[in-house]
């Protein structure tokens, strides 16, 4: 085999395809104490995963959900697998139970997956990349929250970033697909989350509280705000005002975010979304958008108890980064 890929030779047109010399491996963990942490931030999988949600960022600027863009087959078959993790929350009821928080129907919910993922990725994969699905699958598990503790939080929202990000290595997704991964697939799972999150009245997993950002998700506000960069009207103090959340919720990911915080929290916003409030003062969507970015990097991505959980492989690697 390692033969022939050295003598492909660049005529041949096999540009599209996905690079052959992946060693697919089950991801595991790397990061046991604080000091690991360098070893992170200097690895490969780190300027990946921050390259490929920054291209993303770039991708969004200044578009609205409902824009027109192309839907590709693997979109569609991402989409088909969310609607089966969507449909197994109907088919799992929660049980009655003293407390109210964590109910333990999601243990069942959650086995199902466990079982399932392999068989969900596979399906979702071109033939010749099936040997990826283990690795790939191990994503998807971890990105539904935690089925001992059952909460969810921005280290579980990783886990699904990078799962799409494993999704572009090894060809699956493509440069073209770019706006249908946040504005489709990572829009569907978002609503498939608050549908977890309100069903089984998930804890928030490791959340500030009122100093948090959100306390179950980040990435819908770095990328939601980039889309309202240079919006002609919708400036960051109005994300505050119930009018303009409802009437424009369906075309922006940020204010379909503060919808779900305005459903969910009661009180002033100001009490229960401190930073949020305070990211309303900020004169710009672009500034909000850059200290967002900024903000991730330092209360998600540089956070021991986040990262301790995060896994590599073959595609997200702990190797350092070439120099």
């Not at 609503?191 to 009122?210: C, D, F, I, N």
């Not at 919808?259 to 305070?278: D, V």
């Amino acid at each position: 085999k390692e033969r022939k890929e050295q003598h492909s030779d660049s005529s041949s047109h096999e540009d599209d395809m996905p690079p052959v010399s992946f060693n697919f491996m089950l991801p595991k963990k790397e990061i046991s104490m604080v000091p690991d942490m360098g070893k992170w931030k200097r690895s490969q999988a780190y300027a990946d995963y921050m390259g490929f949600i920054l291209t993303l960022n770039e991708g969004v600027k200044g578009k609205k959900l409902t824009c027109e863009y192309q839907v590709s087959e693997t979109v569609e078959k991402l989409l088909a697998m969310l609607a089966t993790l969507d449909r197994w929350i109907d088919e799992t009821p929660p049980v009655d139970q003293p407390s109210r928080f964590g109910n333990k129907a999601y243990r069942t919910w959650y086995a199902k997956l466990d079982q399932e993922a392999e068989a969900l990725v596979t399906a979702v994969l071109p033939s010749e990349r099936h040997d990826a699905a283990p690795e790939i699958a191990v994503y998807l598990k971890e990105a539904v929250g935690n089925s001992t503790r059952i909460d969810y939080g921005t280290g579980h929202e990783a886990a699904f970033a990078a799962f799409l990000c494993c999704l572009c290595k090894v060809g699956a997704l493509r440069i073209e697909d770019q706006l249908a991964i946040i504005f489709k697939v990572f829009d569907t799972y978002l609503q498939v989350m608050h549908k977890l999150q309100k069903t089984y009245r998930m804890e928030p997993a490791g959340s500030q509280g009122v100093w948090g950002l959100d306390d179950f998700q980040f990435l819908p506000f770095i990328w939601g705000s980039s889309q309202l960069i240079d919006h002609p009207t919708l400036e960051p103090k109005h994300f505050v005002e119930e009018k303009v959340v409802n009437e424009y919720h369906q075309d922006y990911m940020f204010l379909e975010s503060i919808k779900f915080i305005n459903e969910m929290k009661t009180g002033p916003f100001a009490e229960h979304s401190n930073q949020l409030w305070n990211i309303s003062a900020v004169p710009s969507w672009s500034k909000v958008n850059q200290g967002l970015i900024r903000m991730y990097k330092a209360e998600c991505l540089e956070k021991f108890p986040v990262i301790q959980h995060f896994k590599f492989g073959s595609l997200l690697s702990i190797q350092p980064v070439k120099p």
